[in-house]
């Protein structure tokens, strides 16, 4: 299930920065959520320097690119997995785009586990063991 998106400006980065982005992103996914790397999903949207603007300043005109991603994971997972999956992104799109720490921008998405499709079948009911041992996982103790 784990997808990225990483929102990226057109001839900012090099189709190498990307491609190493895309594979490196994959495989901290896969590390972070401890979950196979068949299932990840990255992708780079990109835009043009006039479709995209920093501070109100279009890049066309001046404006600094900032990369910005997307990461969905089936809600459930804990905290320290989400923040972890932001922070190393962040680290990747320093590290590989020589991206400013400070303009990196990011969100985790939780889909409900109904709400998201594996092969045309709700995911709560193609992972339902796995959502099942993540929920118990989060539950007290009694």
Same mark, same amino acid.
Do not use: K
């Given at each position: 299930?784990p997808?990225a998106? !990483?929102?990226?400006v057109d001839g900012a980065?090099?189709?190498g920065q990307?491609?190493?982005l895309? &594979?490196d &992103?994959? =495989?901290?996914?896969a590390?972070?959520?401890?979950? #196979?790397?068949?299932?990840?999903r990255a !992708?780079?949207v990109?835009y043009?320097?006039?479709?995209? @603007?920093?501070? +109100?300043?279009?890049?066309?005109? +001046?404006?600094t #690119? &900032?990369?910005? !991603?997307?990461a969905i994971?089936? @809600?459930?997972r #804990?905290?320290?997995q989400? $923040?972890e999956? *932001? @922070?190393? !992104?962040?680290?990747?799109i320093?590290?590989?785009?020589g991206? $400013?720490? %400070?303009l990196?921008r990011? $969100?985790?998405?939780?889909? %409900?586990?109904?709400?998201?499709?594996?092969?045309?079948? #709700?995911? *709560?009911a193609a992972?339902a %063991?796995?959502v &099942?041992? =993540? *929920?118990? *996982?989060? $539950?007290? @103790?009694?």
């Amino acid at each position: 299930m784990p997808v990225a998106h !990483f929102h990226l400006v057109d001839g900012a980065y090099t189709a190498g920065q990307r491609r190493r982005l895309l &594979a490196d &992103a994959s =495989r901290c996914y896969a590390e972070v959520l401890e979950s #196979p790397i068949e299932r990840v999903r990255a !992708f780079v949207v990109r835009y043009g320097p006039d479709d995209a @603007a920093t501070a +109100g300043t279009v890049i066309a005109d +001046g404006g600094t #690119p &900032a990369p910005y !991603f997307t990461a969905i994971v089936l @809600a459930g997972r #804990p905290i320290e997995q989400r $923040q972890e999956l *932001a @922070a190393r !992104f962040t680290d990747l799109i320093v590290e590989i785009l020589g991206a $400013q720490r %400070d303009l990196v921008r990011g $969100q985790i998405v939780e889909v %409900d586990p109904v709400n998201w499709s594996i092969a045309g079948n #709700p995911a *709560a009911a193609a992972r339902a %063991d796995e959502v &099942a041992a =993540r *929920a118990a *996982a989060t $539950q007290p @103790a009694r």
